[in-house]
């Protein structure tokens, strides 16, 4: 009996199978729930968290995958254009605010102008600029 079957889905339930990372409830999941109720049964942070691993399932819609990836990389980092790596979801709240404002100046900004504008060392800036380009990000 699959696991929709006869209207047994609790939250529970499916913040379980969520949890346990099974391939074909996070397929059914992505694939037939709206976006926006996806995102908000996991909540912002998990999504956020989990949506590098959960969109390298097979088979999930193009489109559905599309509208999460953008709205992965709006929250992350402020531009729905941006495509998605998991590991940013991990940098530091300062390294993170640096690749915010780096993506929103569209490159217009230099080192010290973002320093300046985030309140942090040239040196601290820089530093997060090269890990940037070291991964890939540039």
């Known amino acids: 009996m699959a696991f929709w079957?006869?209207?047994?889905m609790t939250l529970n339930r499916w913040q379980a199978e969520i949890d346990l990372k099974n391939?074909?409830?996070?397929?059914?999941?992505?694939?037939f729930m709206e976006p926006r109720?996806?995102?908000?049964?996991?909540?912002?942070e998990n999504f956020i968290r989990k949506w590098g691993d959960f969109r390298k399932e097979d088979r999930?819609?193009?489109d559905k995958k599309a509208i999460l990836d953008g709205a992965w990389s709006l929250y992350v980092v402020g531009d729905i254009g941006f495509r998605v790596v998991p590991e940013i979801a991990l940098?530091?709240?300062k390294k993170l605010a640096t690749l915010r404002l780096l993506v929103?100046?569209?490159g217009d900004l230099n080192i010290y102008q973002i320093a300046k504008q985030l309140g942090r060392s040239y040196h601290r800036v820089h530093d997060d600029v090269v890990s940037f380009m070291a991964g890939g990000l540039d």
């Open 5 to 8: 079957d006869r209207g047994k």
């Open 23 to 31: 391939p074909e409830f996070i397929r059914a999941s992505v694939n």
């Open 37 to 44: 109720n996806f995102i908000d049964l996991l909540g912002k």
């Open 60 to 62: 999930l819609f193009e």
């Open 91 to 93: 940098y530091p709240k």
């Open 104 to 106: 929103a100046s569209n």
